[in-house]
């Protein structure tokens, strides 16, 4: 029994000292390894047998086995970045620029390299560390006393000061003391001749980084000043951006983040929140109980095995809440640029910096996302697609793309320009592409069954427009405005939702009552309000508008909004639903190829709103000719590109009588 014994505590001695290995050769922190140390010592004394022993080691194997060092090289040239996302992308300049931008940057802070002064009145010795350091790659200026190094250091910032004791006017002690008040990140090595203990002794209580005697030897001041900046070095690394992509579903917000991580040479780990409501799947357990695991943000660090990878947390709009915590709250910390640095995981118990990830979170609307965590993020607006940028990325990327997956790539077909402009037009609806792929995508099945049957002997077929009807079937989709009649108490109103812009229609109607506005069609409550508002300013404007001032003791007003399966409710329906009324109660039909968008306050002006482009780009597919938005959004239209424009006429104005001409005959 007793060999057994030895032979039991000799292994577990042994499997203590390879994991010690381990924690050493992870090169981590100073804090984290100390740590780590200090848990291994403990096993040590613990039994094999208890529980705690196997959560010890589990916990100790996974801290070892996290790229606490580990880092992927950027690839800097920003014409091969910049190649690369316009080859797998059409379109998204803002993105791009984004991108683009955060490179150049980060290219700057690695060419600038460090910065050094020299501060000695011994013309010699000034120039021969000069020389030295120049050869090692520094920039190097000098100075001749304190008073010069303080005016050269007001003139730009550095990263160390190498500085003799003793000099006329400003002295080396008296010099690192102003150094240290001014500037407490620029490190001071002190240099003297007459080398005693007490002064060794005064300079490090005053914060020198170290102190060095003459004469001096080369290699001393080359490790020196090399352990010196080696802390800085994590400085001149630029921390991640925090980028979040808003846009509609199907606009590419998750393939850009693939692309962008293929661009820049990193490796890329995506994260889904949604429905995420478990606090611990962003900050982890506590390690006090068997089963606890680390965080999902962690986990996915260490699979990739790389600390500045690209990391998209994916519909960061949909994250959940209930009684187990609120995972949007744990991201606060994840996602600032000034906190991430020492993110705490509860299995971890030590700080991962964070600060070198970056992180792209997608939604598809921004008004579900907590304003705190907003904060943290810059928007980037992936807008919808216009119908020509549709075909030109079907052209490039969904057909070959769906080609290839039908098994065509022998006797590919040939999609005309027409055809899938009947595709996007009749068949398909959106502001991204998934259902013009999935369209496209049938359409090749369809051609890849009949090429088998037919012993694959038929030629590369041609796709028009009249075999898209043969294969896809009647349209799906028409323009329900342009082919719709002029009404009296309907108008056109345009709308911003999370699958991009759409048309809805306002009808009202009055009836023999007591003055009581019914109002339906499943609206929210701004929407309500805003339809009150409207009823207001028009019984208080009744003259202005030639309407009977007694109408409203007589009868009740209806107002509707069709599809009342599906809510509706935002702050910019004022002027649709002030137009349908005066319509309704001028008698004078609505344009129904006359489309508008805006909030209405009281005293008739239209204040701005949100979503211009999807708006604009559902008015086009809808047929519209004419759109009125606020006078405010000029700004937004300005930023817009012509070819959004063709063809639609666009109408800014500020109060609602500059446009009741325009939208009733």
């Known amino acids: 029994m007793g060999f057994f014994r030895k032979s039991e505590e000799k292994e577990h001695f042994e499997d203590l000292e390879l994991l010690r290995q381990e924690i050493l050769k992870a090169k981590m922190p100073p804090a984290a390894e100390g740590y780590a140390i200090k848990e291994l010592d403990k096993l040590g004394k613990t039994p094999v047998e208890a529980a705690e022993y196997a959560i010890g080691i589990n916990h100790l194997e996974y801290l070892a086995s996290l790229p606490w060092n580990v880092y992927t090289e950027d690839n800097l040239d920003l014409q091969h970045v910049e190649n690369v996302l316009n080859r797998e992308h059409a379109g998204l300049s803002l993105v791009k620029e984004r991108i683009l931008e955060y490179l150049a940057v980060r290219t700057l802070e690695i060419q600038r390299g460090f910065r050094i002064l020299v501060v000695d009145d011994e013309e010699i010795t000034r120039a021969n560390l000069k020389h030295i350091l120049e050869k090692e790659g520094y920039q190097v200026a000098d100075a001749a006393n304190g008073a010069e190094a303080m005016a050269e250091m007001e003139k730009g910032s550095f990263d160390l000061v190498l500085s003799d004791l003793l000099m006329l006017k400003v002295g080396g ?371 202005r508008f030639k309407i009977d001032q007694d109408f409203f003791s007589e009868h009740d007003i209806h107002i509707h909004v069709p599809a009342g399966a599906i809510t509706k409710d935002g702050p910019s329906a004022g002027l649709t639903l002030a137009m349908a009324l005066i319509s309704l109660l001028t008698g004078r039909p609505a344009k129904r190829e006359v489309a508008m968008t805006g909030e209405l306050t009281l005293t008739g002006r239209i204040l701005p709103v949100a979503g211009i482009r999807e708006k604009l780009l559902a008015a086009r597919r809808a047929g519209v000719k004419a759109v009125v938005f606020p006078e405010k959004n000029r700004v937004d239209l300005d930023d817009l590109g012509p070819e959004i424009r063709t063809d639609i006429e666009v109408v800014l104005t500020s109060s609602v009588e500059e446009v009741v001409d325009l939208v009733l005959r």
Request: glycine share 8%; hydrophobic share 40%; proline share 6%.
């Open 173 to 543: 002690m008296e010099l690192l003391q102003k150094v240290k008040d001014r500037y407490p990140q620029t490190d001071v090595v002190i240099i003297t001749g007459y080398a005693t203990v007490p002064s060794a002794v005064e300079a490090l209580q005053k914060g020198a980084y170290h102190y060095l005697a003459k004469p001096l030897k080369i290699d001393e001041v080359r490790s020196t000043v090399s352990q010196a900046l080696a802390k800085k070095q994590k400085a001149h690394r630029p921390k991640g951006p925090v980028l979040c992509f808003v846009g509609p579903p199907g606009t590419g917000k998750t393939s850009l983040g693939k692309s962008i991580a293929s661009a820049m040479g990193r490796k890329f780990v995506r994260l889904a929140l949604g429905g995420m409501k478990d606090e611990a799947e962003i900050r982890g357990h506590r390690r006090s109980y068997a089963g606890a695991m680390p965080g999902r943000i962690i986990d996915a660090v260490r699979r990739v095995d790389s600390r500045n990878p690209v990391f998209m947390l994916d519909e960061i709009d949909k994250v959940g809440q209930d009684f187990r915590g609120d995972p949007a709250s744990a991201l606060l910390e994840v996602l600032d640029p000034e906190q991430n640095e020492h993110f705490l995981d509860y299995y971890l118990d030590v700080p991962f910096d964070l600060s070198g990830v970056m992180f792209i979170a997608t939604a598809n609307l921004v008004d579900p996302i907590p304003r705190p965590l907003l904060d943290r993020m810059e928007l980037l607006a992936l807008s919808g697609y216009t119908d020509e940028e549709k075909k030109r990325i079907a052209l490039e990327f969904l057909v070959p793309r769906q080609i290839q997956t039908s098994g065509l790539s022998g006797s590919p077909p040939e999609f005309t320009p027409e055809a899938l402009l009947k595709i996007i037009r009749e068949h398909t609806r959106e502001a991204g592409l998934r259902n013009l792929e999935r369209e496209i995508g049938s359409i090749c099945r369809k051609i890849a069954r009949k090429v088998l049957q037919q012993g694959r002997k038929e030629k590369s077929l041609l796709v028009t427009p009249e075999l898209v009807e043969d294969y896809l079937g009647p349209r799906k989709f028409h323009y329900e405005v342009a082919e719709a009649k002029d009404r009296i108490g309907v108008t056109t109103g345009l709308v911003w939702t999370e699958t991009g812009g759409d048309i809805v229609f306002v009808e009202a109607t009055k009836m023999k009552g007591n003055n009581k506005l019914i109002l339906t069609g499943s609206l929210g409550e701004v929407m309500q309000e805003s339809a009150q508002a409207a009823l207001s300013y028009i019984r208080s404007n009744a003259e």
